[in-house]
């Protein structure tokens, strides 16, 4: 793959060649897995990346007939998990939890422990998530406009939280600054949980995360966008930033699952379709679509 970067395409259709006539992949797509799997999730626990991952490939491990170990190692938006995997033996028995950030946004904004196209293989994409625009109850604002006006009038007074620096949680947030003409201040966390929880005491004000829609939906959060193409099922009656007239620079957060550079194409593939089984299953979908 050389220095070319890892996009969205291979994680939504995957599909590995190669598979034909060598006996020995044959024999490590029948025989594998033949123990744990362990998938890391560079997230600290209850962020929509450890709540995808952990829905979706629970019923992969059924499929499988094996359990996985979801091992969470959460710091550095994502590069501590990341070198970890990396640094693993290619056996088959090690996959990495990645997002959108860690393969095509963070690599341009800071130096990384490692190369996405290089040290990785893409074996699936298992989710897409709402990106909800939490905003706290203390906010005096009843619909994004009052809220830009209110933006205005206290510049460097709102604070943003993020799952990390370079993360595609942050640039929402550094998205709608420019768009709205606003000055909201980045509070960068280890992940978009302990983000969630301040909002929700009202450490800080704003959040575009898609921990914030479970909340939103029980009313304990307010939001006058959804910063995604469509608006979320979940609660229809809140347009999206395009349809206000923001959001134009903006895109899907997607999740998916990397290999160690070296690991057995064969073994790739059998996860993949796994994955994309259980992903196709409407009880995950629903799951999937309550949780953001």
Same mark, same amino acid.
């Given at each position: 793959m050389g220095k070319q970067k890892i996009g969205r395409r291979p994680f939504v259709s995957m599909s590995v060649a190669g598979l034909l006539a060598a006996p020995a992949i044959v024999s490590a797509q029948s025989e594998w897995p033949t123990r744990q799997i362990r998938v890391?999730?560079?997230?600290p626990p209850g962020g929509p990346s450890d709540v995808t991952t952990r829905i979706v490939l629970e019923?992969?491990?059924s499929i499988l007939g094996q359990s996985i170990l979801f091992d969470n190692k959460g710091g550095a938006s994502g590069a501590i998990g990341a070198e970890h995997v990396k640094n693993t033996v290619p056996d088959g028995y090690t996959f990495l939890m990645t997002t959108t950030? !860690?393969?095509?946004? /963070?690599q341009h904004l800071q130096p990384l422990p490692y190369d996405p196209a290089a040290d990785f293989v893409p074996v699936a994409?298992?989710? /897409?998530s709402w990106?909800? !625009?939490g905003i706290s109850p203390q906010v005096p604002s009843n619909n994004l406009q009052e809220f830009i006006t209110y933006a205005k009038a206290n510049p460097g007074k709102i604070n943003f939280g993020s799952a990390g620096l370079a993360t595609i949680t942050q640039l929402y947030g550094e998205i709608f600054n420019i768009e709205a003409g606003v000055k909201m201040v980045h509070v960068p966390y280890k992940g978009s949980a302990p983000a969630t929880n301040d909002l929700l005491s009202g450490q800080i004000q704003v959040q575009f995360d898609p921990t914030t829609l479970p909340h939103i939906a029980a009313g304990r959060l307010k939001c006058f966008a959804i910063a995604s193409e469509k608006r979320w099922p979940g609660r229809l009656d809140i347009p999206t930033l395009k349809e206000q007239g923001y959001g134009k620079m903006g895109g899907d957060a997607w999740y998916g699952i990397l290999a160690p550079r070296g690991t057995n194409p064969a073994i790739v593939n059998k996860m993949s379709r796994a994955i994309g089984e259980a992903a196709a299953m409407p009880d995950i979908n629903e799951k999937l679509v309550a949780s953001g």
């Open positions: 890391v999730i560079p997230y019923r992969a491990s950030a !860690m393969v095509c946004i /963070t994409r298992h989710a /897409t990106i909800g !625009m």
